[in-house]
């Protein structure tokens, strides 16, 4: 689920830059109708624009790495269990599609015991469709997939995200202004639920450097989205919360690295149970480029 703040991580960027000319030097060295400070900020302006109507450059294919943990604990903050997942993403196939390799998972209880061997998830190796994000919101986009396996699906859902926030909305942000995505409706999450966007914002915050590419710093959050999963006789009522930052080449638009924190506090009813629980679970994971 698009399980990726109003500054949890500090997203305040400053970069300045001061330049003292003296009067009298100015006034001697520029033509009587020159403005230095004007040419000064159009530049420095020109310098933070984002590009606005170039396309993703695909000019062959690009692997990720996507890690993402699941920390269950109590509603004390104790950790209850661990589960991690590994899975390559690779983009940039014929016909705009991608696929999907050496998915696991491991898994852990309590905070500090080792993770057990990965678990492999086979039916997900080698899984290929055309990178539409929409389609993966129909009915039979996972008929392959066992009807319990979530945490697989949110490897998709979270993917396309990454790439819609940072991919699609360049051309309309600008620095330091908050950037409201449109996004505030009920989502039907084939097979596992419902999830409402109450409100997408995304930000861009400055400059960085991933990967040798100079790239726009994108943040997105998006608060208080109400979650309904009904999976395997297992019901869950709750709340989402999630938000993280995107690298986005300048000179390709591609996605060169993303981070994800989402945190779900739900009452919980496991099958055979009456018993309800209240559950909270924090996802972090990262998307990692390792191959281009």
Known sequence: MQNKFISLFGTGMIMGIVIFLSTHVCAQSLPKNASSSSATSHAAQQTWELPQAMP???????????????NSTNMRGEMLRRQRLTGDYTRGLP???????????????????????????????????????????????FKEFPPTAVFERNLVWDTGMFEDFGQNFLQHLKLNEPYSAGYDEDMTLPNVGTFRNHKVVLEYIGRSERNGEDCALISYQAFFNPLEINNGGMEMKG????WGLIWVSLATRQIEYATLSETVTAELKLPGQNTIQNVNVL??????????
């Open 56 to 70: 993703v450059k695909d000019t062959g294919t690009r692997t990720y790495r996507f890690t993402i943990v699941y």
């Open 283 to 292: 996802r972090t994971g990262d998307f990692a480029l390792i191959k281009k």
């Open 239 to 242: 709340r989402s919360d999630y």
């Open 95 to 141: 016909d705009g599609k991608v696929r999907w390799d050496n998915v696991a998972e491991d898994d852990a209880d309590g905070a500090t015991a080792p993770y057990g061997p990965p678990q492999s998830r086979e039916f997900m190796d080698g899984f290929t469709y055309v990178n539409n994000l929409g389609d993966s919101m129909k009915p039979d986009f």
